[in-house]
DNA sequence: CGCAGGGTTGATAGCCTTCAAGGTCTGTGG
DNA sequence: CCACAGACCTTGAAGGCTATCAACCCTGCG
């Protein structure tokens, strides 16, 4: 979750091996046995996961070096599939967990990372569960700017669909579409299809910690 | 999470301490440096984590068996207060992390549980974003049941005030009344003011998986 | 050119919150 | 023992936010 990369994780590299996938591509499978454990090195993914009556979930978008897979207990409790073209760095997980046993430093930085997501989905518990529409579209798009934006202002890809979007944020591609037409309209953001600008930072901190009032 | 309990947890007795505390008591605030991780030995506790706007969220209500203030890295982003009068088994943080660098075994039993807490985090975001008020209180009666039902349809203790089962389901005190009301009007459950019983299980299984319509 | 998938915009409806008022229980002090 | 205060619980009415339903637009592609 950190930029940081400590130094125990290399060790996994010696088990790692690179590989590229197509757009749309499903790494695993909702309730698949956890085989491996995966760290982009290029492009976008999506964590997704889906209730019996065909409501949706998107978790995260993990991008370049982010790890994904490794919450797994023994299944996967969420799928991942490829956004875009992607290329990813893939690690046996049995051999993490070998590995795990006889180097304590990387069994702290495994828990570290699985409390560090842990903190995050809280995050988002709140996210999810305490702010409006207009919040959560904001909180995603400065998130999203802190995350693939060089610093400073340029546009940044939003390589993900309207629907994801809005699988992530518990709203429909309706209420994403509104909100961001709307921050359009306020000079806040630009917008093209598969971009965004951040044009007014302070107006759009504003209104992701904003109250409901 | 789960009812098992793995032989390397038994290292942390050595260090453990029992505290007997009255209700209402403050384990620790939100954002204090995490000095001790506990389980409980009786009573009920409750993990709260507030907005700035004052919009409140309760994280879990662990209650015997179950272990609170092990998924803080540095600090913890959650506080813990105790619902009623407590007794609680303490572990200093600083040694729990000391001991997991040798005993790998340990380690791995630490990181399963913060997988295991991530895991019913990743549920309760599905549980809080795409259920409706009923399906969540209905939820959350079984969950209860499940976890304090002596087993077969007695009556159980609901320690927690309305107030705290509406922050923790991201509902008002009123939804929450309303809904348990319906659920008494048709004879679903009884309800005393903390006191619950479930009358027609497989009716409360139905709502609480319920689709909206 | 026509089609398909995604994106945008508008109108309506439903669920839950908000606001308000009254009820019930518990503990405390006279 | 009783009365009272305060917290918690319950119930009712009105309003707001987002989902739903529907239509149209735009773009890429066969």
Redesign the interface.
Known sequence: VTGLEPDAMLLLEQIGTTIDVPRDYEFYAEGDPAEYCYRVLNGCIRTV?S???G?R?V?QFPMRGDRFGF???DTH??GAEAVSNAVVRRYPRAMV?NM???Y?AL??C???L??????A??D???L???KSASERVASFVLDMELRCGKGGGGRLELPMARLDIADHL?LTVETVCRVLTMLKKEHIVAIGRTTIEVRDRRALQALA?D?RH
């Open positions: 996961r209730m019996e009556d409501r979930q978790g919450d797994a207990l409790c969420y967990d795990a046993e006889n304590p069994a702290r495994l828990r570290e699985a409390l560090g997501h842990l903190r989905t809280h988002r518990i709140m999810l569960g305490r518990n910690c109250t």
